[in-house]
């Protein structure tokens, strides 16, 4: 995701917004394609492949992993074929959309053979080498604007990477064996749609609540800058929800297991997560408002002025969608899809609706709205589904309102400081004041309860939780008592 960022930064300032707008479009499109087509098929292969697996049934095996690579290579075909369709459609930078086809047909092989490994040896390797190639893309690219490549170069440079990338996963897939279904029975294939089809609809729903769908209604009524404004604006905002997916991905062991030993005992333990990450959001929404637009300037120039206001709109969001990836990750973990899907593809006509209506009139705000929109009403329906099957949050009032002034101390002092200083400077002292009201707050009235904060703190990695650890309150000390239950002194 940095990375990301700094590509962008790059080709904003190298290229300018409009050039950014266009790569941005060209991106989403590409990962909704990618995502949908592709990756939910890889998904759903490793999912039925690993299971197999265990069960040494190899002719079973055998049909999964054909039928597996035909789907991956069916969806990189139909996402290549309506990529290159676009850009034939459209009068300018045509060249971007032929290269993203290049780059989803290779993604597809790639994705196939991926999955084989994954199902054999867990998701560890090739996730490595997948954050490799995350790392190496947006450095070739950026290299390749400064070499006065354009866009096209970053696009090229992606197709490399992506080559590469194959090339490797294919040479350790051949290293094992796939059985061969010569001579074996046709399992059913009704049941291996079914759950291809679940994880693509789950999938294409994520895409438009929470991916940037907005992007596609700014093109088509407005221009490419206003494309990057809103682009640049999700993707600042992107680094805090990140935060809070990883908090919410680190809850989910737990809670699933309570839920699968005493199902009425799961509130306590998703109490405890929303509480945490209630908290954390916000305080990261504080932050996020108080100094994203002035990073936003800084880093894109004066000309983004515009995704700097979008910040702090988006930054809302914040404040809504965690507790719906909350109850989602506890109703998908542990079976329970259809709820999940339900509200999300109300979301997601929410979503479509505001955006069509909205957008015209009001261009980057109206998509921001539109995001508003179906976050609350996806993140809404899901909290009333988990209420009604006898899910309430303990959530105390009075710990809300101490996280809350928290939060807005710190957001204050960091605003407070940007009022004062300008520039690069002033983004960096604003961050630091924004630490050190957050430390020194923290350290007296607590972020959470005593018993959440020592939750939080094995749950964050080793050094950021023992940081945490010892920032919160320590507990009260008890004095000794004599025999007959005196204190003594």
């Keep these: 995701m940095g990375a990301t960022l700094v590509l962008s930064v790059v080709v904003s300032r190298e290229l300018g917004p409009a050039v950014l707008g266009q790569q941005s479009l060209v991106a989403y499109v590409n990962s909704l394609m990618v995502s949908v087509l592709i990756f939910s098929f890889t998904s759903a292969s490793v999912q039925m492949l690993a299971a197999t697996n265990a069960g040494d049934d190899r002719d079973r095996l055998a ?3 054909r039928w597996s690579f035909a789907a ?15 850009g034939f459609a459209r009068s300018d930078y045509q060249a971007l959309w032929f290269l993203a086809a290049a780059t989803a047909m290779v993604d597809s092989i790639g994705w196939a053979h991926a999955s084989r490994d994954i199902a054999r040896h867990g998701w560890g390797p090739t996730a490595s080498r997948r954050l490799v190639a ?22 090229t440079a992606q197709l490399v990477v992506a080559v590469v990338l194959l090339l490797v996963l294919r040479r350790v897939d051949r290293r094992t ?16 749609l079914r759950l291809w089809s679940m994880f693509s609809l789950s999938v294409l729903i994520t895409q438009i609540v929470e991916r940037r769908l907005e992007l596609v209604f700014l093109d088509w009524f407005h221009s ?25 991905g680190a809850s989910m062991p737990a809670i699933a297991a309570r839920h ?26 504080a932050g996020t408002i108080a100094i994203g637009p002035r990073l936003v300037t800084t880093a894109y120039g004066e000309d983004f002025a515009e995704a700097g206001t979008l910040v702090r709109l988006l930054g809302l969001t914040l404040l809504i969608l965690p507790l719906g990836h909350l109850y989602s990750a506890l109703w998908t973990g542990t079976g329970h899809l259809r709820p999940v899907l339900i509200a999300g593809g109300a979301g997601a006509v929410v979503d479509i609706t505001l955006a069509w209506t909205l957008v015209p009139p009001f261009a980057a705000s109206g998509a921001v ?7 609350a009403v996806s993140a809404g329906l899901i909290a009333v589904h ?24 710190a957001g204050g002092a960091a605003h407070g400081t940007l009022l004062l200083v300008g520039g690069l400077a002033g983004v960096v002292l604003a961050v630091v004041a924004f630490g050190l009201v957050l430390a020194v707050t923290v350290r007296f009235l607590g972020l959470v309860g005593r018993e959440d904060t020592a939750w939080l703190a094995g749950t964050l990695p080793g050094p950021v939780g023992r940081a945490f650890a010892g920032l919160s309150p320590r507990p009260a000390r008890t004095a000794p008592t004599t025999a007959g239950g005196r204190h003594r002194g």
């Design 63 to 65: 049909w999964l992993s």
């Design 72 to 86: 991956h290579l069916t969806g990189g075909l139909v996402s290549a074929l309506l990529l290159v369709s676009i």
């Design 134 to 155: 995350q790392a190496v893309s947006p450095a070739l690219a950026i290299a390749a604007v400064y070499a006065g490549l354009g866009i096209e170069g970053v696009f």
């Design 177 to 192: 064996q796939t059985p061969s279904v010569a001579g074996t029975d046709r399992p059913a294939w009704a049941p291996v």
């Design 224 to 248: 490419p800058e206003t494309v990057a404004m809103f682009s640049v604006a999700f993707n600042v905002v992107g680094i805090p929800t990140m935060v809070s997916a990883a908090l919410i």
């Design 260 to 285: 699968a030993r005493d199902p009425g005992s799961v509130t306590a333990a998703l109490s405890r997560a929303a509480r945490v990450v209630v908290a954390v959001n916000l305080v990261l929404t």
């Design 369 to 375: 709205v539109a995001s508003l929109g179906a976050a």
């Design 386 to 409: 988990t209420h009604r099957r006898g899910i309430r949050l303990e959530i105390s009032p009075g710990r809300l309102a101490v996280t809350t002034a928290i939060a807005l101390a």
